[in-house]
């Protein structure tokens, strides 16, 4: 069974920068497509950055031009810099194929915005 482990996360002011990894313990991420996703209290989990088998990548608008996603295939990891944060980007991130496999579900990484 696959196993993602997200980690990255933290406290940060409005304007700062974090860089989240998400690592698996199979080689998945040169099959399939990943992505970053994140869910804020009371409201439903998102995708906030896909990233292809190839390399293409999609951004939610609430994130575009802020967030970059890539991937290292021979590291079997998954890379999200998050740049300009915001108080609206506080949330648990987590990793996950897309469209996301319900046993892939790890316990996330804490990103919270605030001054």
């Known amino acids: 069974q696959v196993q993602l482990v997200e980690s990255g996360g933290g406290l940060v002011q409005p304007g700062g920068s974090l860089r989240l990894s998400c690592a698996a313990s199979g080689s998945i991420h040169s099959i399939y497509a990943m992505g970053w996703y994140r869910q804020a209290p009371g409201k439903q989990r998102e995708l906030v950055a896909r990233?292809?088998?190839?390399?293409?990548?999609n951004y939610a608008d609430s994130v575009k031009g802020r967030f970059t996603i890539s991937r290292d295939n021979a590291k079997n990891t998954v890379y999200l810099q998050m740049n300009s944060l915001k108080p609206e980007d506080t949330a648990v991130y987590y990793c996950?194929?897309?469209?996301?496999?319900?046993?892939?579900w790890g316990q996330g990484t804490q990103v919270t915005v605030s001054s």
């Open positions: 990233i292809s088998s190839g390399g293409s990548t």
């Open positions: 996950n194929v897309v469209p996301p496999g319900v046993a892939y």
